[in-house]
């Protein structure tokens, strides 16, 4: 695969600012162990936490072939908008990165979380790049 783009790159003579690649992987909010805890130093009173209680969610990164890391599309599982961060200083964090906070019943990328991300995020860089270049 790689050299195959790297033909169509040199052929097209298409820029490496305008070469996207994706990857998607799953990550736990609770690393899975044999056990977890998460309590405050010194507390008496630790609730151990099993593998039923993690809460993965699905991570997508685009990558530029320049070396740019475009912001993170991430999918979480749930049903409604309440499973979002709520307007705190973590989503303002999440918001100020252009991160792409999205949702569904299976927390998988699809289709229409793929369009959201595109329509958002790549759509606007690649238009930004394409005046910057003036192409």
Known sequence: MAYWITYLVNVYNILSD???NSDQTSVHFIPITRYW???SKGSKHIQVLKVENKRPIIMVVFLIVN???LPLH????????HCLPPSNEGE??????GWDLTFNENHSSTLETTKQFVHKILLPYLHTQICHLGL
């Open 67 to 69: 070396g740019f890391l």
């Open 74 to 81: 991430i999918v979480l599982k749930r049903t409604t908008h």
């Open 92 to 97: 303002d964090k999440c918001m100020n990165l």
């Open 37 to 39: 805890t998460w309590e």
């Open 18 to 20: 305008l070469v996207v």
